[in-house]
């Protein structure tokens, strides 16, 4: 079982339709990020959140992120986009947003560390599409 085949199932596991969708929504945003998932850490860290996006990648605990500070890094843009994906308004995509992505980071770096090399996240996309969670 791959990596991002692992984060799937765990993060989709017991959740509903809508959960699924919510994280092909969030493997989306990763990978749309120049730099993949480094370039969201990236992104977090320039915009002031660097403790608690290293937080999400080392082995420790996972500090909280609220809807608010998720707004201020990805823009308010994105967020309507995600909403638009999801059905939902932005204000409960950046919740939700703020639950799951701490946990989807965290296991995309079990090892403490980001990820190097090949487009993981690309088939991690493929996998989620196969599986019809992205259906």
Do not use: Y
Not at 89 to 95: D, I, L, R, V
């Amino acid at each position: 079982m791959g990596l991002l085949d692992s984060v799937v199932g765990a993060l989709a596991g017991g959740q509903g339709g809508g959960g699924n969708g919510l994280v092909g929504v969030v493997m989306q945003l990763i990978n749309q990020q120049p730099g993949g998932l480094a370039g969201l850490v990236q992104s977090f860290q320039q915009g002031g959140l660097g403790e608690i996006v290293d937080s999400w990648v080392s082995t420790g605990r996972n500090l909280p992120v609220l809807a608010e500070q998720l707004q201020g890094v990805l823009g308010g843009g994105q967020l309507q986009d995600i909403a638009a994906q999801l059905g939902v308004s932005p204000e409960q995509a950046a919740g939700s947003l703020a639950d799951l992505l701490p946990q989807v980071v965290d296991r995309l770096t079990p090892d403490g560390a980001l990820p190097q090399g090949g487009d993981l996240l690309g088939q991690g996309m493929d996998l989620l599409k196969r599986g019809g969670l992205l259906g």
